[in-house]
Nanobody, 120 residues
């Protein structure tokens, strides 16, 4: 069964950095797009960054060059490097992946979320 597990969240001061990781496991044939989303209290979940299997990336405008998404296909893992964090970056960050697996076929999966808190 496919599972996505995030790690790397925590509490940092404004201007600090964090590196999030998300590893997919299961009987995986292929992983297509992967991405990071976030959801703050009282707000809708929003896309932060996405990356295709070929390495093409796109970012939300609020990232403004501060974040970088990458992936290691051999490890079925996607990363999000976050720099110069602001208090408004505080949210639960979720990994998402479009995965072809056995026996389910192609479907999208979510991780359990990892809390990022930016506060002085």
């Amino acid at each position: 069964q496919v599972q996505l597990v995030e790690s790397g969240g925590g509490v940092v001061q404004p201007g600090g950095s964090l590196r999030l990781s998300c590893a997919a496991s299961g009987t995986i044939i292929a992983i297509y797009d992967m991405g990071w989303y976030r959801q703050a209290p009282g707000k809708q979940r929003e896309l932060v960054a996405a990356i295709t299997s070929g390495g093409q990336t796109n970012y939300a405008d609020f990232v403004a060059g501060r974040f970088a998404i990458s992936r290691d296909n051999a490890k079925n893992t996607v990363y999000l490097e976050m720099n110069n964090l602001y208090p408004e970056d505080t949210a639960v960050y979720y990994c998402n992946a479009d995965i072809y697996s056995v026996p389910r076929g192609r479907d999208k999966y979510w991780g359990q979320g990892t809390q990022v808190t930016v506060s002085s």
